[in-house]
Structures are given as structure tokens and as C-alpha cells.
């Protein structure tokens, strides 16, 4: 699957416990990381910087859903019933 491009969702809805530039303590669930820009695009990508989780994220129907909505939905549903 390809990733949608502005969706956002894997950038809001799970958590990242590494840190990241802007975000020393990592990123909690459900908060928009400081690097997502205004169109839903990450200034990250590509960069060493980004957190190796993030270039790791592969787009797959089960955690993306049909759509933006549905992506954010699946993924904070993941994120709370894998939480620690």
C-alpha cells in the first residue's frame, strides 16, 4: 500500500518513546509531533534525524484503513491496546 500523502495519521495518533529534535522526551499518543507540517507532510523525512521508528513505519491496510479518519482510529487503537 502506498502511504497517502497528507494523511498524518502515523505522525498523531502513536506514541514515539525515542527522542526527537523538538521533543526531547519523545511523543505521546494523540499529539501532533512538532515536525508534521501544515499539510500533513513530515520536515523530517529522509533527514538522519528522524527517529529510526518513523523511517521504519510501512503504510498497510490493516493500520491505515481506507482513510485519514480510519487511519487515526486503527492507530490509537493499536497504540492503547499494546500500551505498557
Avoid: W
Avoid at 512538532?34 to 523511517?55: I, Q, S, T, W
Amino acid at each position: 500500500m502506498e502511504c497517502r500523502a497528507g494523511c498524518g495519521a502515523c505522525c498523531i495518533a502513536p506514541s514515539i518513546s525515542t527522542p526527537l529534535p523538538a521533543m526531547p522526551e519523545g511523543k505521546p499518543a494523540g499529539v501532533r509531533c512538532a515536525h508534521l507540517n501544515e499539510v500533513n507532510l513530515c520536515d523530517l523525512f529522509g533527514k538522519p534525524e528522524r527517529p529510526r521508528v518513523c523511517g521504519a513505519f510501512t503504510a498497510d491496510p490493516f493500520v491505515c484503513g481506507q482513510s485519514r479518519d480510519e487511519a487515526l482510529m486503527l492507530i490509537a487503537y493499536l497504540e492503547d491496546v499494546t500500551a505498557a
